[in-house]
Each structure stands twice: as structure tokens, then as C-alpha cells.
């Protein structure tokens, strides 16, 4: 009996049946979208609704970028299967956290997947200036470098929302954004 649903298409099914039974077969799950905007080669994957399973379209992705210079992959929150598709072979990850207890938990749970993923990374702390001071506490206790703080805006949002840059609508981050992404160009990390 199979369950179509739960399918995680690892192919370990397929690998302990005694009697060679079952076979994989390919199936859609998704869409795989390139545009350009100027010199940013831009590359979406989209799952279709219902499918549960978006590793394969992040895979997908990662493998339609794998001969740029620099890509940017953003991953769902957590530490959960997307999450780590979208890290796994990264060189640097950047982990946007809240100041709040939830994205403190998160955080928590995302630098100990990278740690022993043994992937270099530092924080980005949305919102900052909102919640109390204990991811700054966390990431100093623990030597974690904080390489932004967004402060909470509704300019920000509107911006986000009409696809305008965080740096052309807060042009005081412009520097630390520049700052951050040299320290990795000099570092020799370049995804």
C-alpha cells in the first residue's frame, strides 16, 4: 500500500523492497521561474498547492543557479526540511531573527543546525528596536556576529510589499547591507 501524500521522495521505498515492487515515478510538484532585473538574474520555484514537498523545487532552484557568482537563497523560517534544502552547501547563511521569545527560540534552534552543519553564518535582527534585548545577549554569550539591525517600519513594509529594496527606502542601512556583503566577498564566501 502506498501513501502518495506522505511521499518524501527519498527513494527508500524503493531501495527495501525484497521484491523490487515498487519504482519511482516523476511527478510535477512545481514551477521553476527565471527573470532578469537589470544584472540580478532572479529564479523562483513555485509548489503547486497541495503538494507538500518543496526540497525537490529548492533543489531544483539551487541546481538552475549552481554557475552564478553570488546567489542569495531565501529560506522559510525554522529548522525544518525546506530550511535545510535551502542551506545544505551554502557557504555563508545569514539568520534573520526578532527580538522577541519566538525568534529567539528559532534562533536558537537555527544556529545549532548550522553548527553542526558546519556552515559560517552571523544574525540579521528584524525589527530590532522592538521586544527586549535577549537575542543580543544569546549572540554575544555565544560569539555570534550580528550583521544588521532592521528597525521596525512601516515604511519598510509598504516598501517589501511593492518589491522597493530595504536600502533605497532606509538609506542608513545602506552601509552596514555593503559592509556585511564585502566581509563575505573578502572572507571568499560567495553563497
Known amino acids: 500500500m502506498v501513501f502518495p501524500d506522505l511521499c518524501h521522495s527519498c527513494g527508500g521505498c524503493e531501495l527495501v523492497c525484497p521484491e523490487g515492487a515498487i519504482t519511482e515515478k516523476p511527478e510535477e510538484i512545481g514551477e521553476l521561474t527565471k527573470c532578469n532585473l537589470g544584472n540580478i538574474k532572479f529564479l523562483e520555484g513555485k509548489l503547486k498547492i497541495g503538494k507538500a514537498m518543496s526540497p525537490p523545487i ?3 532552484v539551487k541546481n538552475a543557479a549552481e554557475d552564478e557568482l553570488f546567489t542569495v ?6 529548522t525544518s526540511c525546506p530550511m535545510i534544502a535551502a542551506v545544505h552547501d551554502a557557504d555563508y547563511v545569514l539568520l534573520v531573527t526578532e527580538p522577541t521569545p519566538f525568534g529567539l527560540n528559532d534562533l536558537i534552534l537555527a544556529v545549532e543546525t548550522v553548527r553542526d552543519m558546519k556552515i559560517s553564518f552571523s544574525v540579521a535582527i528584524n525589527r ?12 554575544e554569550k ?35 547591507i555593503r559592509k ?9 564566501r560567495q553563497s
Open 128 to 139: 530590532f528596536d522592538v521586544g527586549d534585548d535577549r537575542v543580543e545577549k544569546y549572540c
Open 180 to 188: 556585511f556583503l564585502k566581509s563575505i566577498e573578502s572572507s571568499g
Open 73 to 78: 537563497i531565501d529560506s522559510p523560517p525554522g
Open 58 to 60: 529548492i533543489r531544483a
Open 142 to 176: 555565544e560569539g555570534i556576529e550580528i550583521s544588521l539591525k532592521i528597525p521596525d517600519s512601516r515604511k519598510v513594509a509598504v516598501a517589501y510589499s511593492k518589491g522597493i529594496s530595504l536600502d533605497e527606502v532606509m538609506p542608513e542601512v545602506k552601509t552596514d
